[in-house]
């Protein structure tokens, strides 16, 4: 891979957890207990089954930071952007999109 790649990579990762950071704040607010007397009755339900729906999201958000943070630590080693299963180059075009990616398109479609 090009240094020159490698920089866009790098400018993507920084970017995507930019706006995960962003996110996981607005979710965190979104998260925050219901007052026990605010909401009763069917609407209370609904804002809790929301919150599910949140924190679910909230998880994955989570996750997605983590990995995001490994891909730029590995970002400038020799085996970024090497499938983990076939050893093949993961096309830059995918890396671009999921900079996080450890399997080619091939082999993270369960071949
Ligand atoms: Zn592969």
New binding site residues.
């Given amino acids: 891979m090009l240094n020159e790649q490698k920089e866009q990579i790098k400018k993507k990762i920084l970017e995507d957890l930019d706006s995960l950071n962003q996110e996981i704040l607005e979710l965190c607010e979104k998260t925050k207990p219901i007052p026990p007397d605010c909401c009763l009755g069917d609407l209370r339900f609904e804002m809790m089954h929301e919150q599910d729906v949140f924190e679910k999201v909230l998880h994955e958000a989570q996750i997605r930071v983590n990995k995001l943070k490994y891909a730029l630590s590995k970002v400038d080693k020799e085996s970024y952007g090497f499938?983990m299963?076939?050893e093949?180059e993961i096309l830059f075009a995918r890396l671009l999109i999921l900079p996080e990616s450890l399997?080619?398109t091939?082999?993270a479609s369960g071949k």
Avoid: K
């Fill in positions: 499938c299963e076939c093949d399997y080619c091939e082999c």
